[in-house]
């Protein structure tokens, strides 16, 4: 007999993307930033080891709030930090959706939503998208209006591309929230500055953002939502009291003070991105354009799962993802690979050796 709630004995739980802990992989599999962080981030983390870790952290994280808002200007109360975006995610699940109300999200995306869905004890609804990934309006107007909450990741993953703000701005229910995932916004033409927030749906509109992969701090697990200090204030509540530790604290704070290193590493991605992208299109496959720090892409003989075993024989390690139940037909496996932008030589090292297996 499980001592479960009958709703976690149900899942499988969310499986992340693997990571392997010895040395001598080329890791191409979770979108993580192939450059260090900036130096100052280092430092700003020694210092905060020889400061006062005997003490609880500022429950708030007010110093990182201040220079997070300066820069989108806003006030601090629109600021909440998290141990990671994800943690975002999971507050925003239980702050606003009652076990039974519907959570929606774009199919094939970002497969979390359906696990925290799942614990909340509350329904999921996919939105199937097209095949050129853009929307079907109206078949998703009805899943909206029935939903509590809607999960948008733009840029989308496994995909991504971007959609427009008039795409994501129809998505948000007249009685529910939306959340723009913008945890790939800075690798985009144009990442967004907050000025959804200043929209007609602003008061139901909260964005994510998160330092994993535009601030190379994977390791660090810090993220942070933007929404009306309203909805700040009960996001609040639902938080762990401390969710963000000194360290982070110190090491985000540190990394969004040193913006311009930032977008030097992401024009480096970028320029990797569109090399990856020719090649890709070269050797027969069909990536799709990418606002994002990884690359979707299918080869018309398909044969993408046993491509990918391959490359991890060569301790190249890339995603390989399988969507059933994807198209208008809900009968449609979309299946590919998905390749994170490393280094200009990570990057030759995977392409040299899909040569030799096309
Ligand atoms: C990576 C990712 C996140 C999680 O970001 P963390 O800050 O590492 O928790 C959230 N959403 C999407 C779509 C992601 O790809």
Not at 64 to 86: E, H, K, M, T, Y
Not at 121 to 126: D, F, L, Q, S, W
Not at 295 to 317: F, M, N, Q, S
């Amino acid at each position: 007999m499980s001592l479960f709630r009958p709703e976690i004995d149900r899942i499988a739980g969310y499986v992340p993307g693997e990571q392997p802990q010895e040395t001598g992989w080329t890791k191409l599999n979770t979108n993580e930033n192939p450059y260090p962080p900036s130096p100052r981030v280092v430092e700003a983390i020694k210092q905060a080891a020889e400061g006062r870790l005997n003490v609880y952290p500022d429950p708030l994280a007010r110093r990182f709030c201040q220079v997070a808002a300066d820069r989108l200007g806003l006030d601090p109360d629109w600021i909440l930090p998290a141990n990671g975006s994800d943690e975002n995610l999971t507050i925003l699940v239980r702050s606003f959706v009652d076990p039974g109300e519907t959570i929606a999200y774009p199919y094939p995306s970002y497969v979390l939503y359906e696990t925290l869905a799942d614990i909340q004890g509350a329904k999921i609804e996919r939105m199937n998208l097209r095949p050129d990934w853009s929307w079907d309006h109206e078949a998703a107007a009805e899943t909206v209006a029935r939903s509590k909450l809607v999960f948008v990741p733009n840029p989308n993953s496994p995909s991504g591309n971007r959609w427009s703000d008039d795409d994501v701005l129809r998505l948000c229910p007249e009685a529910g929230m939306l959340v723009l995932d913008e945890a790939y916004g800075d690798f985009a033409d144009e990442p967004h500055r907050g000025e959804l927030l200043q929209s007609s749906v602003g008061d139901r509109l909260v964005v994510t953002r998160s330092f994993s992969k535009s601030f190379s701090l994977a390791g660090i697990r810090f993220g942070y939502a933007v929404a009306h200090p309203d909805l700040i204030r009960g996001m609040r509540k639902v938080k762990d009291s401390y969710n963000c530790d000194t360290v982070s604290i110190a090491a985000a704070t540190a990394a969004l003070e040193d913006f311009e290193g930032m977008r030097s590493n992401v024009e480096r991605v970028r320029l990797t991105r569109a090399r990856l992208a020719t090649a890709l299109a070269e050797l027969g496959f069909d990536p799709v354009p990418s606002q994002s720090n990884f690359v979707w892409c299918t080869r018309p003989g398909g044969g993408h799962r046993e491509l990918y075993e391959a490359l991890k024989d060569r301790k190249i390690l890339i995603r390989y993802m399988s969507f059933p139940g994807a198209g208008a037909d809900t009968a449609t496996t979309i299946d590919g690979l998905r390749i994170t932008v490393g280094t200009d030589e990570q990057i030759d090292t995977f392409l040299d050796a899909l040569r030799e297996l096309v």
